[in-house]
């Protein structure tokens, strides 16, 4: 079974990695849920509800291997959408934001640097805004402040809303548990720390990973979201059991807190699934003891305490292993009026799963501030061959830019594409 994209009459269908295009009549997005992403692996809408999943299985290490892609390569979007490059030769770009002058920050979190690109629609002129961090990744804008979360601190730099250019030093704001040193050089796991403030602008939520794939934190402050006011006061922990929540955001009409998750590695190629859901205050989401709602992980032997039994069942369950990052609701009209308020979430892509899956940016559509449908892909083509290692690019970053175009920072190939709609 797959899902209608919902804004054409064309069903889109994921078999072993790529795109296929099939014409049958029109039906609404609400009424079908699933849309099969590859063989034996489904994107789904919950509504908060149980659902079944297949049993574990033996698991892989399969990491990608980034390639050239060959001449005139550009990812595949919906007809109607025009790809471009915005801007290339970037070390590491990760997250990005969008400041209220219109600039684009980029986090480089690889060479420690937040680099901004001025005006970059028209003139994309870059210089380095601050450097020698640990690891930064999440940034917002919060009154004449640059937020920015690194691996184990929240800072933020006075700076000119008009010229993004700091006006003083930074100025500490919160501690965060600190990144394990990696086994293996340069590779950090779970340092991905995210940003994002409430619509009324007093509290700041900050998401922690675990420290490991599967572990039974004594840490109580990892796993979670938190919250704080934007000074760093009145720290306290929002909502728990959410093992590396690399994605919140806040939908601005209704105030809820939204989150894209990456669940746990070695239980096999179909399970668990990542997923986005509303992040429920003081709600528990399964990690360590449980995912998905009731799935016990039999991994795990310590008896589950009695505020882990109502466990929270996400929202939106996106595929095992694909490895969801940022994501932004479209509060743009560019696109057709079926983008307006849904989510756009880069999928990083699986690298402990047989088959690739992931290595995309896919669509999530909202009604009245609640998931209408199931995901389906937006861009995507990084992938020549899912059952081989070779990828041409890793979607981790995604931000509306001031015109309403859609950019995607792109680790992997070191770029940030550009998504228009041609009218």
Not at 141 to 164: C, I, K, L, M, W
Not at 219 to 240: E, H, K
Request: aromatic share 10%.
């Amino acid at each position: 079974m797959c899902v209608e994209r919902g804004w054409t009459n064309q069903l889109w269908t994921r078999r072993a990695g790529r795109l296929s295009r099939h014409r049958r009549s029109l039906c609404t997005p609400v009424t079908i849920i699933l849309c099969l992403r590859t063989i034996g692996v489904q994107t789904q809408l919950t509504h908060g509800k149980p659902v079944d999943l297949p049993s574990p299985s033996a698991s892989v290490n399969n990491p990608a291997s980034v390639v050239p892609p060959p001449l005139g390569f550009a990812p595949r979007v919906p007809q109607g959408f025009a790809v471009s490059i915005l801007a290339r030769d970037f070390e590491d770009p990760r997250w990005l934001a969008v400041a209220p002058n219109g600039d684009v920050f980029v986090a480089e979190s690889a060479s420690g640097r937040l680099v901004v690109l001025h005006d970059p629609l028209h003139r994309p002129e870059r210089d380095v805004f601050a450097e020698h961090l640990l690891l930064p990744f999440g940034i917002a804008f919060h009154q004449r402040f640059v937020y920015v979360a690194e691996g184990n601190r929240v800072d933020r730099f006075p700076y000119d809303p008009g010229t993004s250019r700091p006006t003083g030093p930074p100025q500490h704001v919160v501690d965060l548990p600190p990144v394990v040193e990696p086994k293996t050089p340069g590779i950090y796991g779970h340092s991905t720390r995210s940003l994002a403030f409430t619509a009324d602008g007093r509290r700041m939520f900050v998401s922690i990973g675990t420290s490991t794939n599967m572990s039974l934190e004594d840490d109580l402050s990892r796993a979670v979201i938190i919250v704080c006011d934007p000074d760093g006061a009145n720290r306290r922990i929002y909502a728990r059991g959410l093992r590396n929540a690399i994605g919140i955001a806040v939908i601005p009409h209704s105030g809820k807190l939204w989150a894209t998750v990456n669940e746990r590695g070695g239980l096999g190629d179909d399970v668990p699934p990542d997923y986005l859901t509303e992040v429920r205050d003081r709600g528990f989401y399964g990690f360590p003891y449980t995912y998905v709602g009731t799935h016990v992980d039999a991994r795990v032997t310590a008896r589950r305490p009695e505020s882990a039994a109502n466990v929270v069942v996400p929202d939106v369950l996106l595929g095992p292993h694909v490895a969801p990052m940022q994501f932004v609701f479209y509060e743009a009209s560019q696109f057709p009026r079926a983008f307006w308020h849904g989510a756009f979430i880069a999928e990083h892509g699986s690298s402990n799963r047989s088959r690739k899956v992931g290595y995309d940016v896919v669509f999530v559509p909202f009604r009245e501030g609640r998931p209408a449908a199931a995901a389906t892909p937006f861009l995507d083509g990084f992938v020549p061959d899912p059952g081989k290692a070779e990828v041409y690019g890793r979607p981790v970053g995604v931000a509306v830019a001031t015109d309403g175009s859609l950019l995607v920072a792109d680790d992997g190939g070191k770029k940030i594409w550009r998504i228009s709609y041609r009218h």
